[in-house]
């Protein structure tokens, strides 16, 4: 069964950077039918994607984030990571890492698997 | 970019009612939209895609409909279960991903 699991600093300060992790279980992350994606929830509000990559190929970004994220694959370690530079108090959120199907031949699907979510909350 | 709206932003009605919730695209995109049900404190499930099609696991009283712009969700008979707020989502491509505002339900 496959698992996903965020970690990372529950705290940031303004104009720093977040860094987050999501684990991978019971799957390979550089399989070539997957994008690996993260999403965010402001306390109270919806639901807003960040980005995804799949391993050696595509990523893409929120066109509303882009300047400001990378997200990266760590095939040695089954993870996939998340950067989003020069915070502020906008950006605290609970950060969700999802997978998604795509494999350019048959129809993409959407996210199925998600992890718990963690809470970063940008603060000084 | 595609927005997507959802009507109504809340609902309460009793157990036992039949629900529906409404999407819309700002712009046509086939049939590339998933429902997802997120209670308070959990990640988002996902309950449908491809407009209509149930994921594996979800309860029959589920169910959804339409294409291009135009998109339902339907809780035939509503359970206390299925407390929660009511998310859609286009998937057609990146580089956006866009959900809708979302749908809170509860019971009256």
């Known amino acids: 069964q496959l698992q996903l699991q965020e970690s990372g600093p529950g705290a940031v300060k303004p104009s720093e950077t977040l860094s987050l992790n999501c684990i991978v279980s019971g799957g390979p992350i550089s399989s070539i039918s997957y994008y690996w994606g993260w999403i965010r929830q402001p306390p109270g509000k919806g639901l807003e994607w960040i980005g995804d990559?799949?391993?050696?190929?595509?990523?893409y970004y929120n066109p509303s984030l882009k300047s400001r994220v990378t997200i990266s694959v760590d095939t040695s370690t089954n993870r996939f990571s998340l950067r989003l530079t020069s915070v502020t108090a906008a950006d605290t959120a609970v950060y969700y890492c999802?997978?998604?199907?795509?494999?350019?031949?048959?129809?993409?699907?959407?996210?199925?698997?998600w992890g718990q979510g963690t809470l970063v909350t940008v603060s000084s | 970019d595609i927005q997507m709206t959802q009507s109504p932003s809340s609902l309460s009605a009793s157990v036992g009612d039949r629900v529906t919730i409404t999407c819309r695209a700002s712009?046509?995109?086939?049939?590339?939209v998933a429902w997802y049900q997120q209670k308070p404190g959990k990640a988002p499930k996902l309950l449908i895609y491809a407009a209509s099609t149930l994921q594996s696991g979800v309860p029959f009283r589920f169910s959804g409909g339409g294409s291009g712009t135009d998109f339902t969700l339907t809780i035939s008979s509503l359970q206390p279960d299925d407390v929660a707020t009511y998310y859609c989502?286009?998937?057609?491509?990146?580089?956006?991903?866009?959900f809708g505002p979302g749908t809170k339900v509860d019971i009256k």
């Open positions: 999802a997978r998604r199907y795509f494999d350019g031949v048959l129809e993409p699907l959407p996210f199925d698997y």
């Open positions: 712009q046509g995109i086939s049939n590339y």
């Open positions: 990559i799949k391993y050696r190929e595509n990523t």
């Open positions: 989502q286009k998937y057609n491509s990146a580089p956006q991903f866009t």
